[in-house]
């Protein structure tokens, strides 16, 4: 059976490929140099460069796709890990909570040849806190006559340990099947109105733009006890407060009122953290500080909730601060700098005096509608077939592709399929994207366009 010349299981198969929503969260954890790094390469196939980062530079990715037995989740590296003030078990036991935080499952990384160390034992008591599924991972069994020391890793009570050689490969098959029996679906947290409790807000930006200001201004009074709400964690990171009659969840509030003060790897933890609030959230608050010029950092920060799929609201802080001057050049920077991001729903605030506060609940309402919008299949191949017939792709080599039709795979972000009789441009992606949004909307949402072409 064909659809214009598709075959009938690969259209189904490309839009259950693009029609996931958002991934479970695999993080990986462990002390320095028992492989996690290498361990992430290798689960992630090698498809990004992890290990080759020199000591010192700020890495700002953390998470990334991976699939295994047809399963697609992703993973956290806490491999950027360097030693601070803080000393070596602080330092493992912070980067160890960030992550454990996002994850719906963990793997626990032990250097088998070495043993379990008083830094595994202090992570052990993180994991048993936290709850979370684990699989003991077994690291640097190159061999056979490895196993032996493997088995030794029972006394940490986590279970069977796996025997792994991260640097070949040996085992970590048997690991990631492990892996994802005890991983679940989709995120832990319910994605949506109906189950979910409150929405899940991550309020992030670069220090000092005003995070904990503008928490505490929004807080106020209105903090909401935890135990009064039913179905709700009680996560003692997270915080419920009633904005605009309506109640929502901000992930990760202690780590933006814990002033912790790092000296090396501060970076890397920021980055770490924003990386594990924005997978725990529905919708990306991202505070800029207007005063300043728009930076590396605040673009890096914006990327990361863009490939997260996250619905985002940008608020310009410190307007009070403003002068005529500034207004100006700072309008200047939004075109140049978040030009990719127009479609980002924008408040310009102020914590300190409280200005457009009340404008925040309804951009951060309309960015989740956009998150979650779905177009219907009848409207979008209606809508494909006039934008093709007024603006056809260009002729390239004597031919001309056609999109032919096309789906919405999937919201939270929304995914679309669209199948086309030849290669199509990025160009032209562009375009229909943009014309999509004229269309439908999608205020407030990254979206994909995934295009197949027929054979
Ligand atoms: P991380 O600090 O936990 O991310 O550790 P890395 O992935 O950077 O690895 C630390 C060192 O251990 C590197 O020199 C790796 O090549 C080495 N290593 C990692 N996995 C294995 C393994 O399975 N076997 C052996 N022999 N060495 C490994
Ligand atoms: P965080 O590091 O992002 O949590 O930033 P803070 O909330 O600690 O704010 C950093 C500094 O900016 C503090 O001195 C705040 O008083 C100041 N600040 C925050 N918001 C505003 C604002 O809207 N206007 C002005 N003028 N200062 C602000």
């Known amino acids: 059976a064909t659809e214009e010349g598709f075959d009938l299981e690969d259209v189904e198969g490309a839009i259950e490929a693009a029609g996931h929503g958002p991934l479970p969260v695999l993080a990986v954890v462990g002390r320095p140099n028992v492989g996690k790094s290498t361990l992430v390469n290798r689960i992630i196939g090698r498809r990004e460069a992890v290990v080759e980062d020199k000591p010192g530079v700020t ?137 979910g409790g409150p929405r899940r807000i991550a309020l992030i930006g670069r220090p000092n733009v005003g995070k904990s200001s503008l928490l505490n201004k929004v807080a106020g009074e209105e903090r909401v006890v935890v135990n009064e709400l039913a179905g709700t964690t009680r996560d003692p990171v997270d915080e419920l407060i009633e904005l605009g009659g309506v109640t929502w969840k901000f992930v990760d509030t202690a780590g933006i009122r814990k002033r912790v003060h790092l ?19 529905e919708v990306a608050v991202i505070l800029i500080d207007a005063a300043e010029s728009i930076s590396v950092q605040d673009q890096r920060i914006v990327t990361m909730a863009v490939e997260a799929g996250r619905a985002m609201v940008i ?12 207004r100006y050049y700072l309008e200047r920077e939004i075109e140049t700098e978040f030009g990719q991001v127009a479609w980002a729903p924008r408040v310009n605030v102020s914590a300190r005096t409280g200005r457009h506060m009340e404008k925040l609940v309804p951009a951060i309402e309309a960015a989740l509608a956009g998150w979650e919008t779905r177009v219907p299949t009848g409207r979008l191949n209606a809508f494909l ?22 789906t919405q795979a999937g919201t939270k972000p929304p995914r679309f399929v669209l199948f086309a009789s030849g290669f199509i441009e990025a160009g032209y992606r562009r375009f229909i994207e943009r014309r999509l949004r004229e269309e439908f909307g999608f205020e407030g949402t990254p979206i994909h366009i995934s295009v197949r072409v027929r054979e």
């Open 385 to 406: 077939g006039e934008l093709v017939a007024a603006h056809p792709h260009p002729i390239r080599g004597g031919k001309q592709p056609r999109i032919l039709f096309g």
């Open 263 to 281: 000296q090396q790897g501060a970076d890397y933890y920021a980055s770490l953290r924003t990386a594990a609030a924005v997978e725990k959230a």
């Open 59 to 195: 890495r700002d990715r953390v998470t990334y796709e991976a699939e295994w037995a047809g399963r697609r989740f992703k993973v956290v590296d806490t491999g950027g890990w360097e030693q601070d003030v803080l000393g070596i078990d602080a330092s493992v036991a912070a980067q160890a909570e960030y992550a454990i935080e996002a994850a719906d499952a963990v793997v626990f990384v032990v250097d088998a040849k070495v043993g379990a160390t008083d830094t595994d034992e202090a992570v052990v008591r993180l994991l048993r806190k936290a709850g979370k599924p684990v699989v003991l991972c077994a690291n640097k069994v190159d061999g056979p006559s490895g196993e032996a020391d493997a088995a030794y890793l029972w006394s940490l009570g986590l279970g069977e340990p796996h025997p792994v050689s991260a640097l070949h490969g040996r085992g970590t098959g048997d690991m990631l099947d492990a892996v994802l029996e005890v991983l679940p679906d989709a995120p832990e947290q319910s994605f949506g109105t109906a189950i």
């Open 315 to 326: 608020a310009y802080n410190k307007w009070d601060t403003l002068d005529e001057e500034r």
